[in-house]
């Protein structure tokens, strides 16, 4: 009679043995584009509301209260395909998990909130955002880098959501960051505007590809190690820890 697998050796048959692998990424963006003057009659149109001239004139009054979230903020899409002990003979695995955190920002509830109204969506920041962020940054970076022996932000790739100019302005500033660390991340706020949640993934892509193209060593631009960054409500941060992989030449 076949002995009888323990609970334990079931449970490891069922974990894999490497890391969380990023596999494939996925972006997408809407194919159209509605001017800010024209959005109104757009939305009245699509939505077969045209006769409500009332709220047709309110819903502009409140298009332009919005008007400074409404110009940062875009639409996007991404997704990704996450596995573990690829088989390189026909996956090609692009970036490493290793560690992930969040960070709670004491007071400051309210300094980044989404509210759906009838306009739709809309975003309102406090104006310290930027120095919030700053100030609270590097305590991230030092409990996620510490064990590995890391202290040189400059000696690891970026990967930062974008929550405007002025929050890059500032974290780049306040970690004496090389302008170029910050790249792809800017590229992305300059293509698309700030996707929320969806940006660190097309900025990850982005990273990706500018790392191939430039022929560098690894798929973090020539480094090994790097660090993805989110912002968003609570005030929040998540703090990604990345893992490159060598690039492949034929």
């Not at 990023?22 to 006769?51: H, M, W």
């Not at 302008?179 to 982005?206: P, Q, W």
Request: glycine share 8%; with cysteine.
């Amino acid at each position: 009679m076949a002995s009888m697998a323990s609970v334990e050796e079931i449970r490891n048959a069922q974990r894999a043995k490497g890391p969380a692998t990023i596999l494939a990424i996925g972006t997408a963006t809407p194919e159209n584009c509605i001017n800010q003057s024209d959005f109104s009659d757009f939305y009245f149109r699509v939505t077969k509301s045209e006769q409500m001239t009332e709220l047709k004139k309110k819903f502009n009054r409140i298009s332009l209260d919005s008007l400074v979230g409404q110009a940062l903020f875009g639409d996007g899409s991404s997704a990704v395909i996450i596995g573990s002990d690829p088989d390189t003979s026909v996956e090609r695995p692009l970036f490493q998990l290793v560690s992930a955190a969040q960070t709670f920002i004491p007071n400051s509830a309210g300094a980044i909130a989404g509210n759906l109204r009838e306009v739709g969506l809309t975003f309102h920041l406090w104006p310290t955002v930027p120095t919030l962020i700053s100030q609270n940054i590097e305590k991230c970076l030092v409990k996620a880098f510490e064990p590995l022996g890391i202290s040189d932000w400059n000696s690891l790739f970026w990967i930062a959501h974008p929550g405007g100019p002025a929050i890059l302005d500032a974290v780049e500033a306040k970690l004496n960051l090389e302008k170029k660390k910050l790249e792809a991340t800017r590229h992305v706020l300059s293509e698309y505007g700030n996707m929320s949640s969806a940006c660190v993934l097309f900025i990850l892509d982005e990273m990706r590809k500018k790392s191939l193209k430039g022929e560098k060593a690894t798929t973090g631009d020539g480094l090994d190690w790097g660090v993805l960054f989110g912002f968003g409500p609570g005030l929040t941060i998540e703090t990604v820890v990345l893992h490159s992989i060598p690039t492949i030449t034929n």
